[in-house]
């Protein structure tokens, strides 16, 4: 997983996470966090709980971009994208 790395305190300054690097990591974060669930969680797999997960291994600072639809939105999309679970949208 290169280029993802956990949150750490970058302090004043620090350039805010582009939505082009959001992507990479939470298209990346969401195959691995699938790779960690049950196999009935990967059928029907959980935005939420996703979410949860990216919280508890420091690496929420993802969901953290300029979005006209709302960072939340668009990383749903994702991890939908590369969970195959668009047909849900």
């Given at each position: 997983?290169?280029?993802?790395?956990?949150?750490h305190?970058?302090?004043?300054?620090?350039?805010?996470?582009?939505?082009?690097?959001?992507e990479?990591?939470?298209?990346?974060?969401?195959?691995?966090?699938?790779?960690?669930?049950?196999?009935?969680?990967?059928?029907?797999?959980?935005?939420?709980?996703?979410?949860?997960?990216?919280?508890?291994?420091?690496?929420?600072?993802?969901?953290?971009?300029?979005?006209?639809?709302?960072?939340?939105?668009?990383?749903?999309?994702w991890?939908?994208?590369?969970?195959?679970?668009?047909?849900?949208?």
């Open positions: 997983m290169s280029g993802v790395r956990p949150a305190s970058p302090g004043l300054g620090a350039a805010p996470l582009k939505k082009h690097e959001a990479q990591a939470i298209r990346s974060l969401s195959t691995t966090w699938a790779a960690t669930v049950s196999e009935n969680a990967k059928e029907h797999p959980s935005f939420s709980d996703f979410k949860a997960w990216l919280s508890s291994q420091s690496y929420s600072h993802y969901l953290s971009f300029r979005s006209v639809m709302g960072a939340d939105y668009d990383a749903e999309m991890f939908d994208q590369e969970l195959k679970q668009t047909w849900r949208r």
